[in-house]
Every structure is written in structure tokens, then in C-alpha cells.
């Protein structure tokens, strides 16, 4: 299996920044896209950011474009998301996502989303 394990969560007023890492460990892993998803209370979960395995392009939803950067560092198997400009509509819990095949005794398993178990953003007025 692989586990995904974030980081960086917390408190923080409106235009502060943070910087949540999530680190990824386990099987050996083929990555084809690492990404970030976000749960406000009470909504669904919702797309915030990817990268491609190999480090490019990026994607990001609209209401994050400009402030929200996303990273990966492949020597330590982690992948980033920095924010900037924080707005309270930014809380909310944020989950680390990756997509590929993991390395299993009899080869390459199937293409697979890994999911952590999320990190809480809170976005003071």
C-alpha cells in the first residue's frame, strides 16, 4: 500500500500564508498525477490543485489561481501546496490525493487513487 501523510494545516487571518506538505511512503510508487482536494463544512469535496508525475504542467481551480502554488520534490517523495493571500473561504479540511500504480509481489497494480487523511485550514476573518 501507500500512504499519504499531510502536514502544515493550522490557523491563520485573512491574507497570511501557509504551506501544507504531504509525504508519501509505502510501495514503490508510479506517479501520474499528485494533487490537492478540499472539504469545506457542510459542502462537497472539491479539486484545488495537481501536478503531473514529472513535475509539469500544474492545474489549478479558478478561485486559487495566482494564490496557491503547487509542488513536488521527488527525492523526498513529498508533494506541496502553498498558500498565499488566504481568504476565509479558503477553510477547510485539506486532503492530499495521488494517482498511479504501486509496486506490488507479482508487478504493477492497477491505477489507484491514494488519499490522506487530511489537514485542517482555518482562515481567520
Known amino acids: 500500500q501507500v500512504q499519504l501523510v499531510e502536514s502544515g494545516g493550522g490557523l491563520v487571518q485573512t491574507g497570511g500564508s501557509l504551506r501544507l506538505s504531504c509525504a508519501a511512503s509505502?510501495?514503490?510508487?508510479?506517479?501520474?498525477?499528485l494533487g490537492w482536494f478540499r472539504q469545506a463544512p457542510g459542502k462537497e469535496r472539491e479539486f484545488v490543485a495537481v501536478?503531473?508525475?514529472?513535475?509539469?504542467?500544474?492545474w489549478y481551480t479558478d478561485s486559487v489561481r495566482g494564490r496557491f502554488t503547487i509542488s513536488r520534490d521527488n527525492a523526498r517523495n513529498t508533494v506541496y501546496l502553498q498558500m498565499n493571500s488566504l481568504k476565509p473561504e479558503d477553510t477547510a479540511i485539506y486532503y492530499c490525493n495521488a494517482n498511479g500504480q504501486a509496486l506490488g509481489p507479482t508487478g504493477w497494480g492497477p491505477t489507484t487513487d491514494y488519499w490522506g487523511q487530511g489537514t485542517q485550514v482555518t482562515v481567520s476573518a
Open positions: 509505502g510501495r514503490t510508487f508510479s506517479t501520474n498525477l
Open positions: 501536478i503531473h508525475g514529472s513535475g509539469q504542467p500544474t
